[in-house]
C-alpha cells in the first residue's frame, strides 16, 4: 500500500536510508516533515531525540544470505505461478469468442493471485499465519548495499 510512497520521492528514500545508517540529527525542515508522516505510518519511531527504523535493515552480507535461504522456495512459485498463468490464459482463449481472443490471452496472469492467495488462506485458517494489523509492512525492508 505504501510502496509508492517512497517510487516517485527519492528524498524519501535518501530519508530513510540516513535513519537506517544511524542519523537522527541535522535533518532540514521538509525532511522533518517527512520523518513526522514517517512516524505517523509507523516506518520510524522516536524515542527522546534518537529516531529508528520499524522496518528490518539488511547489510549487503544479511541480504545475500536472505536470497540463499529463499531461492528454491521463490523459484519453485514462479515455476508453478507461470504453469498456472499458461492453463488459465488456455482455458480462457479456448472458451472466449474469436472477436476476444487478444483480450482472453492478456487476462491469464490475473490467475497469479489465486496461486499466492490460495496458500496464505490455508495459513491463515490453521493459525500458521496471522493478520498483519496497521502500520506493519510485512515485505518492506532496507537493504544497505
Known amino acids: 500500500m505504501h510502496f509508492a510512497h517512497f517510487e516517485h520521492y527519492p528524498n524519501r528514500v535518501n530519508i530513510v536510508l540516513d ?4 542519523k537522527t540529527t541535522g535533518f532540514n525542515e521538509n ?6 508522516e514517517f512516524i505517523q505510518l509507523g516506518i520510524v519511531k522516536k524515542t527522546g531525540d534518537e529516531l529508528s527504523m520499524k522496518l528490518p535493515i539488511f547489510t549487503s552480507k544479511q541480504y ?3 536470497l540463499s535461504l529463499i531461492d528454491d522456495l521463490t523459484t519453485t512459485i514462479s515455476e508453478e ?3 498456472l498463468c499458461k492453463i488459465a490464459t488456455d ?3 479456448q472458451h472466449t469468442p474469436v472477436a476476444m481472443k487478444k483480450e482472453a490471452e492478456s487476462l491469464g496472469w490475473l490467475k497469479m ?5 490460495a496458500p496464505l488462506k490455508i495459513m491463515m485458517d490453521n493459525d500458521i ?3 498483519i494489523p496497521n502500520p506493519v509492512y510485512p515485505t518492506t525492508y532496507i537493504w544497505l548495499a
Open 19 to 22: 535513519i537506517a545508517r544511524g
Open 31 to 36: 525532511d522533518r516533515s517527512e520523518i513526522a
Open 81 to 83: 505461478t507461470r504453469e
Open 64 to 66: 545475500e544470505a536472505l
Open 129 to 131: 499465519l496471522r493478520q
Open 113 to 117: 493471485f489465486d496461486a499466492v492467495q
Open 91 to 93: 482455458a480462457l482463449i
